[in-house]
C-alpha cells in the first residue's frame, strides 16, 4: 500500500521485494522482521499462482506471524504507468548521471534512474507474462 492507497490485498504464496541491500523474497512462515526497500520491482505471487508485478520508489515491508505488509512512497501497477513518460525519465536521469555537473545530486539522478528502470521492467514483464 501506498500513502493514497491500497493495491493487493489477500492471500499469497510469496513475495519478491527490493530491500534496500538487494532483492529479498517471502514465502510462509518466514521470520518476522522490518526492512527498507528501495527503488524497484515488487512481485507477489497470489494464491492462484499469478505473478503481480509493481513498481515500488521505496518504503519498508513488514513480516508478522499473519503476513506482510508494504508501506511504499509510491507503487504502481503495470496498467498504471505510462512506458512513454517513463523512458523520458530514464533518459532524462542517465544524462543527469552522465552529466555529473557540479550541481547535480548524483544519488537523486541514480534513485530517479532505477525507478524508471523499475517502472519499465515492469511494463516489460508484464506483457510477456499475459
Given at each position: 500500500?501506498?500513502?493514497?492507497?491500497?493495491?493487493?490485498?489477500g492471500?499469497?504464496?510469496?513475495?519478491?521485494?527490493?530491500?534496500?541491500?538487494?532483492?529479498?523474497g517471502v514465502?510462509?512462515?518466514?521470520?518476522?522482521?522490518?526492512?527498507?526497500?528501495?527503488?524497484?520491482?515488487?512481485?507477489?505471487?497470489?494464491?492462484?499462482?499469478?505473478?503481480?508485478?509493481f513498481?515500488?520508489?521505496?518504503?519498508?515491508?513488514?513480516?508478522?506471524?499473519?503476513?506482510?505488509?508494504?508501506?511504499?512512497?509510491?507503487?504502481?501497477?503495470?496498467?498504471e504507468i505510462?512506458?512513454?513518460?517513463?523512458?523520458?525519465?530514464?533518459?532524462?536521469?542517465?544524462?543527469?548521471?552522465?552529466?555529473?555537473?557540479?550541481?547535480?545530486?548524483?544519488?537523486?539522478?541514480?534513485?530517479?534512474?532505477?525507478?524508471?528502470?523499475?517502472?519499465?521492467?515492469?511494463?516489460?514483464k508484464?506483457?510477456?507474462?499475459?
Amino acid at each position: 500500500m501506498s500513502p493514497e492507497r491500497s493495491l493487493f490485498e489477500g492471500r499469497a504464496q510469496g513475495i519478491i521485494a527490493p530491500a534496500a541491500a538487494g532483492y529479498l523474497g517471502v514465502l510462509a512462515r518466514h521470520a518476522p522482521m522490518v526492512t527498507e526497500l528501495g527503488p524497484g520491482v515488487l512481485t507477489v505471487v497470489d494464491g492462484d499462482g499469478q505473478r503481480r508485478l509493481f513498481s515500488v520508489s521505496a518504503g519498508f515491508l513488514e513480516v508478522k506471524r499473519d503476513g506482510v505488509t508494504v508501506l511504499a512512497d509510491a507503487v504502481e501497477g503495470a496498467t498504471e504507468i505510462d512506458a512513454q513518460r517513463a523512458r523520458a525519465a530514464e533518459t532524462r536521469a542517465r544524462e543527469r548521471v552522465r552529466a555529473h555537473a557540479r550541481d547535480t545530486d548524483i544519488t537523486r539522478a541514480e534513485t530517479a534512474l532505477r525507478r524508471a528502470l523499475a517502472r519499465l521492467e515492469v511494463v516489460e514483464k508484464s506483457r510477456t507474462t499475459r
